[in-house]
């Protein structure tokens, strides 16, 4: 079996003798047990005689373990027989063997995947075949219903009518070509699928992604060889030029083969690209007439060429069509269309032209990028748009969201707008004009009113689609010139002061610096949420400013000098938010990704250009070249305007990177699933929820056509599970050696979801049951980690690991180090560091391999989350903590599982990260918070990033910074999209400086300044102690605070004086002395404080913020005034309440937001009415004790407060539980302990907090 | 005298590493691991210095050497029980640890030039 196995392929034959041997040299014997569960009956999977001979497995070596192991967790068995050894392994190995000879489905995907599944090499070695990857010529066609009309005349140009009616949505690929470097993909990948892709071979990976996306059938049967496609499709730069025969025929099959369309019309300009050693842009992948049309800017040959071009029977239907759909605007210029679409005479000059091409550009273009325009974001995006559809103006309407169709230029209003903006010169436009665009509908662009969600909006993206000229209709999708910001201005006042609190700095007197006497002030809590404050710069650059949901600085003015700064006494720090969901993205598909050659800065908003060939940075000054590339505005269509870029218009934004920016083959979403199936485990029951939601989001978990999913099992012995496609049944393997874990079967442990979902779906159904009489208690979590690790390094990706209990087994074993008598201690909190380094070293080991481990820890008891988080901590993962679990005895921590898991399983994920942050020269950052590893001094490597995790930043000013008036952060975020793309999100916050210190308090953000402080408090408790964290919290407001106090010159000495920037400081801070994590005296167990350390290190301001200071409205008494529409919902927004008692009336009912808790609070004398109508129950005292839901009641209050919380529960990435707790159930005290500006027994109240601090100043 | 020609080369490739971590040549966590590694023969090697001098009852020479073995001992000590060692990757960077390290390991550097010449002076002097 061996030899033939060898024989069949060498590789594996090495592995598997070096295999073999393994076992044997250890007195190990890995036994298997194929039967799936103890009972027979119940398991879909009996017998494991049954495997298909073709398996070659050897009964002798499997225990089928009847009910129970027969010997605890010893070896399991005593066969360890040499010969049996070998047996066994070729039996498993046998299995891959199979699937390579005979694929089972058509396609060999599964081969390919296995040959990448041995690593790295094999990829290349397959892809013999390659072809430039292909986006097959999908495009979402939805987007153009109405486009069929415009095409016909274009039809007729090409001579091939089929090409068009076959799939309308050509029109998108067409465009993208045009534009050739930018992607925008927001709401719907509609526009930029494979557009820049020639109709070669499809690479398997994205090959599935375009199935789904793509109404017309043009794809020909290119998964094949997936491999190839998939490598090539990563390494743009250098795609492997396929046979120019075989393009050529192809293009000749363009006017042939009506399905084709664009995409064969692509092919030459592969072949093009080829040439040019990087795949050539979208545009000349898909219209490459077109494209080389654009590209003649750079090349004047081509010039030559244009005239050519414009065809007066295209322009006129172009204008025609435009009419038809937008007739506001009416005055738009006929001749951009004109030149831009292209007569089918130039497909013959193609070849000429080319020629010269390729020698512009190899000049021109020193470091050839590849620009392939992906749809990657797909559906994720439009969910995104969907959540929060009130802020977006594009994201609503199924506008062409991408640059490639904006810059497609094709769309009316684009022209619209051009004719009306002046800039655009006639003499280049023509050439850069896209040929193909006509097309693109804009159906339903309505012009939304912006919510706050994006107040500072990139004004480049929202001129896209937003309000531009003063007499143009809100509508018109442009990317407007200066001078039409000009005269956009006044819309974007009226939209700011319809964001409210937003302009705060507009009076002379700035607001801010209002001096607030806090012991008189009684109201201290705003009516309405607190916003960021605003940066004090200009109009323009407020407007290119990074939102601050993403991007945020405790101090919005920067202190000139580390001295001012000091004087101050506030903490300097960023907090990010990286990698939130965003409802707009710019996407930019470009050759070149223009960096500052000195400090790679990515070419941002605040970059000035001192003329039009050079560009200095604005972190380190240094004067950069602008490449030629960039010359060229594809969004206008103008060249010699590189300041109208979307990179230079929109301070988020987000590149496709080639192959420079990768050291391997983007990786295939990989997840494995480590279970603790212990007695423990099962008693809680957290399988039977966590198979059940595995099951319905199997299909939503993000990836693609590779998506790769395994499974682990553990107790004292470690359980595998072979789901090899081909199997009848999932298969058990057990490990019993837990000193020196080992992979029984390399290949077959994690498998590909689509080939083997009905193995998965079996498994899954079967896994609650497996265990229920299982006496095993203890747990080898240690050893079970080794062994994914193991698992996952060739590939890297996410583990999440479910855990119940103490690790009792193994490497990585824990004591209980709480004693529950200290846990009201008011002295010294002790334990809240890891109690080995092996969870942290394997954290790293695995932050190597990019895995990053995610652990769900649901323990009722002690658990030791100090050493466990360190595996999610050092390797980018996220901590989730259930105390208390159990299914049926706690509803509500069950009922949390499910709904967190599903965020979990279907949110966005980005692979193999890294993230850089940069500074302006002068600033340095020298301390991250955060879930990573700091690779170097500012270099995060993020195995997984996820949407939910925020960073902070500490900062120090080492350089005056006298000589600059500017100091800018930007923050790139590379990383491998769940579709296989290697993406880089760029964020640019600019911040002014100032040299005052009423300034610097002036624009203090103080919801900033306590999560950076929360931040390190936490690194103060774990590295010092408690004590002093809590000591350093109160000193920072009683520096602060004094500080400012020398600063006012009419200092009362009796009165606490704060700037009104300030002024909820101390509030902040005593609510952070009352949090869990850093209280005292009040019983806390150890887990859960650990726990909030945790969270505050990972989460993102928005929602760190409400854990630290909860949200409390009352509401028995909803009205609609002053209320929102979110989704034609009516969203009523009672004013917040302050955290005290003296708020709450036995008469009334009153919500508190927590973040990850919500308590509705129902006062003994509540009105009946309300009662009856929300909650449902006749009256106060038929309440229930454990009460999470409301009701869906068909009453007018009910439906507001479901509304309400509905609103409230959007976008939070834990979704809170609901506790409905009376007046007198013993639960209250958990709603009273967030109360915080009241009196317990352990704390200051707010007032005798403020009189403490008085009194620390006045000393 | 071997030791501490031993010792004083142990300090240059330290100072060399941790400059070399500063300007993002190595990863961090190669650069822990190979410090770490160096940091039990430091102790050893040093505190067999001192006591060997205490033992030939050179007594400047130990009370020299007194506060530096005292403060290696106590720093090998304190390392928290999670951390992988008196070099812990996943906080070098943090709080200017890079920089304090840089800065006690140019002062040793500067104590084990002292030292040097004052052997190197009682040697052939004697």
């Known amino acids: ?1259 | 005298m071997v030791i501490f020609t031993f010792e004083e080369l142990r300090l240059d490739v330290l100072i060399i590493t941790l400059s070399d971590l500063e300007c993002d040549y190595i990863n961090a966590r190669s650069c822990c691991s190979k410090l770490n590694k160096w940091v039990i023969p430091e102790l050893i090697g040093h505190t067999v210095v001192t006591v060997l001098m205490l033992i030939s009852l050179h007594w400047f020479i130990f009370l020299l050497n007194l506060p530096v073995a005292t403060w290696n001992i106590y720093r090998f000590i304190m390392v928290p029980s999670g951390n992988m060692g008196v070099f812990d990757p996943t906080e070098i960077h943090n709080r200017g640890q890079l920089k304090s390290h840089m800065k006690e390991a140019m002062i040793k550097l500067g104590f084990h030039l002292l030292c040097f010449f004052m052997y190197l002076y009682r040697y052939s002097g004697c």
């Not at chain 1, 060889?225 to 099959?253: D, E, M, R, V």
């Not at chain 1, 093009?272 to 979208?282: A, I, K, Q, T, V």
């Not at chain 1, 990028?369 to 990657?376: A, H, I, K, R």
Request: hydrophobic share 35%.
């Open chain 1, 1 to 1259: 079996m061996i030899s033939q196995f060898v024989g069949s392929s060498p590789t594996l034959g090495s592995v598997l003798t070096a295999q073999s041997l393994e076992p044997a040299s250890k007195s190990v014997s890995p036994s298997l047990c194929p039967s799936l569960t103890p009972h027979s009956t119940e398991s879909p999977a009996q017998n494991q005689m049954h495997v298909p001979s073709g398996y070659g497995l050897h009964p002798q070596n499997y225990i089928a373990p009847s009910g129970h192991y027969p010997q605890g967790p010893g070896k399991m068995t005593s066969l360890p027989l040499d010969s049996q050894c070998g047996d066994y392994y070729s039996g498993l190995y046998i299995v891959p063997t199979q699937n390579v000879v005979t694929p089972n489905t058509a396609n060999q995907q599964p081969g390919a995947q296995q040959m990448y599944g041995r690593g790295p090499p094999a990829p290349h070695i397959v892809g013999s075949t390659p072809g430039p990857f292909q986006g097959a010529a999908s495009s979402a066609s939805h987007l153009h219903t109405s486009a069929s009309q415009p095409y016909s005349p274009f039809v007729n140009h090409y001579s091939s009518p089929a090409m068009y009616s076959a799939n309308s949505s050509v029109a998108s690929q067409g465009f993208p070509s045009t534009c050739g470097h930018y992607a925008m993909s927001t709401v719907s990948n509609a526009a930029y699928p494979s557009v820049s892709y020639p109709s070669l071979p499809a690479g398997d990976p994205y090959g599935q992604q375009m199935f789904t996306s793509q109404n017309a059938p043009t794809v020909r049967p290119v998964r094949d060889n997936s491999f190839s496609g998939h490598s090539t499709a990563i390494s743009h730069s250098s795609p492997l030029p396929p046979p120019p025969s075989h393009q050529y025929h192809q293009q000749q099959s363009l006017s042939g083969c009506s399905t084709l369309s664009w995409s064969a019309s692509g092919l030459p300009s592969t072949q093009d690209n080829l040439l040019r050693n990087h795949s050539g842009s979208l545009a000349t992948a898909n219209s490459n007439p077109t494209n080389t049309v654009a590209d003649s800017l750079s090349c004047p040959v081509m010039q030559n060429v244009q005239p050519l071009k414009s065809s007066p029977v295209v322009s006129s239907v172009l204008s025609g069509a435009s009419s038809t759909r937008t007739p506001p605007a009416a005055n738009r210029p006929v001749e951009p269309v004109a030149s831009v679409t292209q007569p089918s005479e130039l497909l013959q000059q193609k070849g000429m032209q080319y020629g010269d091409y390729v020698n512009n550009q190899a000049s021109s273009a020193p470091t050839p990028l590849s620009s392939t325009s992906d749809d990657e974001e797909e559906e994720e995006e439009d969910e995104e748009a969907g959540v929060d559809s009130s802020s977006t103006t594009s994201s609503a309407s199924p506008v062409p969201n991408s640059y490639d169709a904006l810059e497609g230029g094709s769309y009316p209003d684009m022209l619209s707008s051009s004719a009306s903006s002046p800039a655009p010169d006639p003499a280049p436009e023509p050439d850069s004009a896209p040929a193909s665009a006509p097309t693109a509908p804009q159906p339903s662009k309505m012009a939304k009113p912006f919510g706050y969600g994006y107040p500072t909006l990139q004004p480049g993206y929202q001129n896209a689609t937003a309000p531009l000229n003063s007499g143009v209709p809100p509508s018109s999708p442009v990317y407007s010139g200066f001078q039409q910001y000009a005269q956009q201005y006044p819309g974007m006042n009226q939209l700011s002061s319809s964001l409210g609190g937003l302009s705060l700095q507009s009076s002379p007197q700035p607001e801010s610096l209002r001096p607030v006497n806090l012991t008189q002030e009684r109201n201290i809590l705003p009516m309405t949420p607190v916003w960021a404050p605003v940066p004090n710069l200009n109009l323009d650059l407020k407007k290119l400013n990074c939102s601050p949901d993403s991007f945020r600085c405790t101090l919005t003015n920067i202190p000139q000098t580390q001295a001012l700064l000091n004087k101050a006494k506030l903490p300097l720090g960023l907090l990010l938010h990286p990698f939130r969901d965003l409802t707009q993205l710019p996407v930019i598909t470009s050759n070149t990704i223009v960096r500052c050659r000195s400090c790679r800065t990515y070419i941002n908003p605040f970059v000035s250009f001192i003329d039009q060939r050079r560009w200095k940075c604005n972190l380190c000054y240094r004067v950069n070249d602008v490449p030629e590339e960039f010359m060229y505005n594809p969004l206008t269509r103008s060249y010699g305007e590189p300041h109208k870029r979307p990179e230079v218009q929109n301070s988020t934004v987000e590149f496709i990177a080639s192959s420079d920016y990768m050291l391997r083959p983007p990786q295939p979403a990989v997840y494995l699933f480590v279970l603790d199936v212990s007695h423990n485990a099962v008693e809680a029951g957290y399988l039977t929820i966590l198979c059940q939601s595995l099951l319905e989001n199997l299909d939503k978990l993000p990836g693609d056509s590779r998506t790769r999913i395994g499974f682990m099992t553990f107790d004292s012995t470690i359980h595998f599970y072979n789901l090899q496609e081909g199997l009848s049944q999932p298969q058990m393997l057990i490990v019993s050696d837990i000193d020196d874990v080992f992979l029984p079967t390399p290949d077959s442990l994690l498998v590909n979801l689509y080939e083997s979902k009905e193995l998965i779906k079996d498994l899954l159904n079967a896994l609650p049951n497996m265990f229920t009489n299982t006496r095993e208690t203890h747990s080898a979590l240690g050893p079970a980690l080794q062994a994914a690790f193991k698992l996952m390094s060739p590939t890297g990706g996410r583990v999440s690991v479910f855990q119940t209990q103490l690790p009792s087994l193994g490497a990585g074993l824990l004591q209980s180090r709480e004693d529950p008598n200290q846990r009201s201690s008011t002295k010294v909190v002790q334990h809240l560091g890891p109690a080995t380094d092996f969870y942290k070293k394997l954290a790293l080991d695995c932050s190597g391999q990019q895995t990053a481990v995610d652990l769900f820890l649901l323990s009722s008891q002690y658990s030791d989350l100090a050493s466990l988080a360190c595996m999610s901590k050092y390797s980018a993962g996220c901590i989730y903590y259930y105390p208390s679990f159990h299914y049926t005895h706690n509803p509500s921590q069950a009922e949390k599982l499910q709904k967190d898991l599903k965020r979990y399983l279907t949110r966005k994920i980005g692979f193999e990260a890294v993230m850089r942050i940069r500074c302006t020269k002068g600033l340095s950052m020298h301390t991250f918070h955060g879930n990573f590893f700091v690779r170097s001094t500012d270099l995060l490597s993020l195995a997984n990033i996820n949407p939910d995790a925020g960073f902070a930043v500490q900062l120090s000013i080492e350089e005056n910074l006298t000589d600059t008036s500017l100091v800018c952060f930007q923050t790139a975020l590379l990383y491998t999209s769940s579709k296989g793309e290697r993406r880089i999100r760029v964020h640019t916050l600019c911040l002014p400086v100032v040299s005052s210190l009423a300034d610097v308090y002036a624009g203090v953000d103080v919801q900033a300044a306590i999560c950076l402080l929360a931040n390190m408090a936490v690194d103060r408790s774990i590295s010092s102690s408690l004590s002093d964290a809590r000591d350093a919290l109160v000193n920072a407001v009683v520096d602060s605070l004094s500080a400012y106090g020398s600063t006012v010159s009419n200092l009362q000495h009796s009165a606490l004086i704060a700037p009104s920037s300030l002024k909820l400081f101390p509030l902040y801070v005593l609510a952070l002395l009352k949090q869990k994590a850093f209280r005292t005296g009040t019983s806390t167990r150890l887990d859960d404080r650990v726990y909030a350390m945790c969270q505050i290190k990972c989460q993102p301001l928005v929602h760190l913020m409400k854990m630290i200071h909860p949200n409390l409205y009352r509401i028995d008494r909803l009205t609609d005034e002053g209320a929102i529409h979110v989704n034609d919902r009516v969203v009523p927004q009672p004013p917040l309440q302050k955290l005290s008692a003296e708020k709450l009336t036995r008469e009334g009912a009153f919500l508190m937001d927590c973040g990850s808790v919500f308590y509705i609070w129902i006062g003994k004398s509540c009105d009946n009415n309300f009662i009856e109508d929300v909650l449902g129950y006749p009256n106060f005292a038929s309440i229930p004790q454990k009460m999470t839901h409301l009701p869906e009641l068909d009453t007018l209050s009910s439906e507001r407060a479901r509304s309400f919380i509905t609103w409230l529960r959007d976008n939070r990435p834990l979704s809170p539980i609901l506790h409905v707790v009376k007046d007198e159930s013993p639960a209250k005290t958990e709603f009273f302990q967030h109360l915080i500006e009241d009196r317990t027994e352990a704390a200051f109240s707010y007032y005798e907090f403020l009189l403490h601090i008085q009194q620390q100043i006045c000393k």
